[in-house]
């Protein structure tokens, strides 16, 4: 097993909020790390900034993760530049609010294709470099709405509820190569996903909160590291939930 600095990280969805954060948790222990992003480009490209400032070696690549060809491509990038992720987080995601009665088939189609397609596909990409070194860790950031469910956002709450049961049967495929696979799935965090509410509603939910508060990117960032440590080995299959006690 390689050294933890010299193992690769790939982050999906890191330009801002959760994805940045992680990726500077990665990058303060000077690991090499890839940032993916869709269309943020400035907003990846500061990150990755940061990211060097602090010692990583730090690669940045677009790609839509719905897309297998696409996919494959960025693959065969990281390969040819011996960048391919020892660590997988699958972060990327997009939310979702409304009734039900008022989800279109194209709403539905676009973020279960987003929220669980980018993540089969992404996994299904990277996984068999993991199995052949009998070493990896895949982390996929799902939602507290995923173990409790919430009003308003039926669909989003489906695809974390299945982002944590693929994470559940995945983890038990896995074991015996040596690759964990566990999901964080946070509660209220203070980013941009969370700019849908306004300061009275932010101040409202907070106090339904135990701790009266709203998480911050790098405690939730904090989590994923650890899950990704080597010696987390015997921790698998697992969906954490870092939110402050407010569903237990």
Same mark, same amino acid.
């Given at each position: 097993?390689?050294?933890?600095?010299? !193992? +690769? &990280?790939?982050?999906?969805?890191? *330009? =801002?909020?959760?994805?940045?954060?992680?990726?500077?948790?990665?990058?303060?222990? @000077?690991?090499?790390?890839?940032?993916?992003?869709?269309?943020?480009?400035?907003?990846?490209?500061?990150?990755?900034?940061?990211?060097?400032?602090?010692?990583?070696?730090? !690669? +940045? &690549?677009?790609?839509?993760?719905? *897309? =297998?060809?696409?996919?494959?491509?960025?693959?065969?990038?990281?390969?040819?530049? @011996?960048?391919?992720?020892?660590?997988?987080?699958?972060?990327?995601?997009?939310?979702?609010?409304?009734?039900?009665?008022?989800?279109?088939?194209?709403?539905?189609?676009?973020?279960?294709?987003?929220?669980?397609?980018?993540?089969?596909?992404?996994?299904?990409?990277?996984?068999?470099?993991?199995?052949?070194?009998?070493?990896?860790?895949?982390?996929?950031?799902?939602?507290?709405?995923?173990?409790?469910?919430?009003?308003?956002?039926?669909?989003?709450?489906?695809?974390?509820?299945?982002?944590?049961?693929?994470?559940?049967?995945?983890?038990?495929?896995?074991?015996?190569?040596?690759?964990?696979?566990?999901?964080?799935?946070?509660?209220?965090?203070?980013?941009?996903?969370?700019?849908?509410?306004?300061?009275?509603?932010?101040?409202?939910?907070?106090?339904?909160?135990?701790?009266?508060?709203?998480?911050?990117?790098?405690?939730?960032?904090?989590?994923?590291?650890?899950?990704?440590?080597?010696?987390?080995?015997?921790?698998?299959?697992?969906?954490?939930?870092?939110?402050?006690?407010?569903?237990?």
């Amino acid at each position: 097993m390689k050294p933890l600095s010299e !193992m +690769t &990280v790939l982050i999906t969805g890191a *330009s =801002r909020g959760i994805g940045a954060a992680i990726a500077q948790r990665f990058a303060a222990e @000077g690991m090499n790390l890839v940032i993916h992003y869709l269309n943020s480009h400035e907003a990846a490209n500061e990150t990755a900034r940061i990211c060097m400032r602090r010692g990583s070696n730090v !690669m +940045t &690549v677009s790609s839509d993760l719905r *897309s =297998r060809d696409q996919l494959n491509r960025m693959h065969e990038k990281l390969e040819t530049h @011996g960048m391919l992720p020892d660590i997988l987080v699958n972060n990327a995601g997009i939310s979702h609010y409304g009734l039900l009665s008022d989800v279109t088939d194209e709403v539905w189609d676009d973020v279960m294709s987003v929220n669980l397609k980018g993540m089969f596909l992404c996994t299904q990409t990277f996984m068999p470099a993991m199995v052949k070194s009998k070493y990896g860790r895949i982390i996929n950031v799902s939602s507290v709405w995923g173990i409790s469910g919430a009003s308003c956002e039926v669909l989003y709450s489906t695809t974390k509820g299945g982002m944590n049961a693929f994470t559940k049967a995945l983890a038990k495929e896995l074991a015996p190569s040596g690759i964990t696979v566990n999901a964080v799935a946070p509660g209220a965090v203070d980013t941009m996903m969370n700019n849908n509410l306004d300061e009275q509603e932010k101040a409202a939910l907070s106090e339904e909160i135990p701790v009266g508060r709203f998480a911050q990117p790098d405690e939730i960032a904090s989590l994923v590291y650890f899950l990704a440590l080597p010696e987390s080995s015997y921790i698998t299959g697992q969906i954490i939930s870092p939110n402050g006690g407010w569903v237990t």
